[in-house]
């Protein structure tokens, strides 16, 4: 199996990270835990938002690995190029926890040119 396999694993259960850490900030009703994110302290606000913006993510991230594999681009390309994107996700959300939303940003544009990249692999080959 693939290594970029792998790496949709990773971030599948990425978003369970960013979630845990943002549970253990404080005292969060497991019953409607989104109700109770506002009274988390920031940092762990921060790591729900990342948890978020990791689910919406993913979807793109699991389609480009399997169009790419199974369209027959270079393995050990998409193999690179997903182990980045995971690398450049979990940077993502280590980023938004600690505040330093430009970087962030500049990292998130680096991840999804990455997908891209892994997407349109199949063209080039």
């Known amino acids: 199996m693939p ?5 949709v694993l990773v971030a599948a259960l990425l978003p369970l990270v960013w979630a845990g850490y943002a549970k253990a900030g404080g005292d969060v009703d497991n019953h ?3 109700d109770s994110t ?7 606000r921060r790591a729900y938002a990342a948890h978020y913006n990791a689910y919406e993510n993913f979807p793109f991230f699991a389609a480009a ?4 594999v199974t369209q027959g681009a270079a393995i050990s390309t998409v193999n690179l190029l997903a182990v980045t994107y995971v690398a450049l996700r979990v940077l993502h959300g280590l980023l938004y926890v600690f505040n330093q939303s430009t970087a962030r ?3 998130y544009g680096l991840a999804l040119l990455a997908n891209i990249a892994i997407f349109v692999l199949p063209a080039f080959r």
């Open 3 to 7: 290594l970029a396999y792998w790496c």
């Open 32 to 34: 409607c835990p989104r």
């Open 38 to 44: 506002s009274d988390l302290p920031p940092k762990h």
């Open 65 to 68: 690995v399997i169009v790419a």
């Open 105 to 107: 940003s500049i990292v």
